[in-house]
């Protein structure tokens, strides 16, 4: 008899065989992904917005891979999500149903946009691209629905609110949805030029950055400071990741990097052992940023 593996296997081979077997299984994908992005993205405290909007890059990458007729399933999909969800009670219907639409309308506008400008939306072909995807999806975008959402949850300190909202969508997008397009959806199990040289260095570069991002953010230290000479020990890797593998690389890399950081700051571990929760969100923001520029450069 054939293991439970190979059975799994058929199986899955067999849904995805079926066209509208096929959709089924890509939307109850979407609606868990959504939801522990959104559970995550609300592990921080409510004080302040999130400095790291994970449902953003979900429901962006669905509407890039999805055709326009059947963007309103996507749109109405996570509604239940939001309202339903443990991590938003107490949280207002009103405040959950303004930002639900902010966040919808900022997809829509990103999508509709990249979609007109893009040959090929799922991919960034040239550098020309990828600056088209960083104006509309990392920086337009954001900004624009920014405005609305630092309203609706701070109208006495609006501007520092506008500041974190923004960076939190443009981070989601800048970090993970190229990540989400390239890894999920670029099958890079394809590539031709795969080889045992090519895996071994890959291993050594993944080694590499795990380890001096464990030692610039995950230690246990209390007295760390982003000044010290350990917060730049990652840089090389990047770099590295970028020149040797492109975007594959370099969106891989910055992700590995996002989740020790991430996790450093979730449980308030070395630079943020000694800071508020919404200090910690403004310093994960620049740390994040700063680390992205193997991938800009």
């Known amino acids: ?31 868990a992904a959504f939801y522990f992005a959104y559970r995550y993205g609300m592990s921080f405290s409510r004080a302040s917005a999130s400095p790291f909007w994970f449902p953003d890059s979900i429901l962006l990458c669905a509407l890039l891979l999805n055709r326009p007729s059947v963007w309103w399933v996507f749109i109405l999909a996570p509604l239940p999500i939001r309202l339903f969800a443990h991590v938003s009670q107490g949280i207002p219907l009103w405040f959950l149903l303004t930002t639900s639409a902010i966040d919808s309308a900022r997809a829509l506008f990103a999508a509709a946009v990249l979609r007109h400008w893009l040959k090929n939306p799922r991919r960034f072909e040239t ?9 509309v999806a990392v920086s337009l975008a954001p900004a624009l629905s920014a405005f609305g959402g630092a309203a ?33 959806f670029g099958r890079w199990w394809k590539m031709p030029n795969a080889s045992a040289n090519r895996g071994f260095v890959t291993g050594l570069l993944a080694v590499g950055l795990v380890l001096t991002g464990w030692s610039a953010f995950d230690t246990v230290s209390t007295e760390a400071g982003f000044a010290e000479a350990r917060f730049f020990a990652p840089v090389p890797f990047l770099f590295w990741a970028a020149i040797r593998f492109g975007m594959m690389g370099a969106t891989g890399a910055i992700m590995i990097l996002t989740s020790i950081s991430m996790e450093a700051a979730l449980v308030g571990r070395g630079p943020f052992a000694t800071t508020s929760p919404s200090k910690r969100k403004r310093n994960i923001s620049f740390v994040l940023f700063w680390s992205l520029r193997p991938m800009l450069w």
């Open 127 to 135: 550098v020309r691209e990828f600056v088209i995807f960083c104006l």
């Open 1 to 31: 008899m054939p293991g439970s593996s190979a059975l799994w296997g058929r199986g899955l081979k067999w849904i995805l065989a079926s066209q509208a077997l096929r959709r089924v299984f890509w939307f109850c994908l979407f609606e």
């Open 152 to 184: 609706a949850r701070h109208a006495l300190s609006y501007w520092a609110t506008w500041e974190r909202w923004f960076f939190g969508n443009a981070l989601a997008q800048l970090v993970l949805t190229p990540a989400i397009l390239y890894w999920v």
